[in-house]
């Protein structure tokens, strides 16, 4: 039974009720799914780096939904109960904020900024801040610290593993959900769709902004990113 279906994910129910089967499909949109196009093939690539960067995370104490890998689109995930906000993590300024800001494309920020986004595709994710999310329900003021936490862990060790394959994560963004018991796990898409990322040595975009701007050479360059990731992790 399908329970969720996303732009570039469905989600189904298991014969566990705490597992759940993500299955990735070959859509890539951008702009709220205004712009919309598939390529073939993709969701293979997604699910491969998708569960590097979940492997690496967790081996690194931090706890995420993915359970493992079932064939070539799927993984298993334990089923969590989503917390409906966003949370971006910036260490160069890209995309939104160079807009929102007028900072220049590329500027290395001092310290690592977060943002905290409603999760609405009707209302385009706005940006909210902590008093909102603990005002109107979404998470408890104790949620937000620990997520803070666990985004700098995350930043650290996701930034190290890019910088070990020549790339540099410039921002992402990450989502959490909640177990039966309150805790906290790392849910939801991470890959080159949810991560900007660019060639330490060219400075090319190797992430979904290759779709947004008509960059060209998206699957291209999502397997680039795949063949650099496995092969360090197969050193
Ligand atoms: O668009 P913006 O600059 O705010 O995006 C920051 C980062 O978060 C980018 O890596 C983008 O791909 C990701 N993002 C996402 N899903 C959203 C909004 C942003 O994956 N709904």
Not at 164 to 186: C, H, N, Q, S, Y
Request: glycine share 6%; aromatic share 8%.
């Amino acid at each position: 039974m399908k329970l969720t279906e996303g732009k570039s994910r469905q989600v189904f129910a298991t014969e566990s009720k705490d597992e759940v089967r993500v299955f990735h499909k070959d859509d890539e949109t951008a702009y709220n799914g205004i712009k919309h196009v598939i390529i073939p093939g993709k969701g293979i690539i997604i699910n491969k780096i998708s569960a590097i960067l979940y492997e690496t995370l967790e081996r690194n104490g931090i706890a995420t939904h993915y359970i493992r890998t079932i064939d070539d689109r799927q993984q298993l995930c334990r089923k969590v109960d989503p917390i409906r906000l966003e949370f971006i993590v910036r260490n160069y300024a890209a995309g939104d904020m160079t807009e929102r800001l007028d900072v220049k494309t590329g500027t290395k920020l001092s310290i690592p900024v977060v943002e905290c986004c409603y999760k609405s595709d009707e209302l385009d994710d706005p940006i909210i801040n902590r008093s909102y999310a603990i005002a109107l329900g979404m998470a408890s003021r104790e949620e937000l610290d620990l997520i803070e936490e666990e985004l700098g862990h995350i930043n650290l060790v996701l930034t190290s593993l890019f910088h070990e394959v020549g790339i540099k994560l410039v921002d992402f963004k990450v989502e959490f959900g909640r177990l039966a018991d309150g805790t906290l796990l790392v849910c939801d898409e991470l890959s080159p769709d949810s991560c900007r990322l660019w060639d330490e040595q060219t400075g090319d975009s190797m992430d979904r902004d290759r779709f947004r701007y008509d960059l060209g050479n998206v699957g291209e360059m999502y397997e680039e990113v795949l063949r650099r990731l496995s092969n360090f992790i197969n050193e």
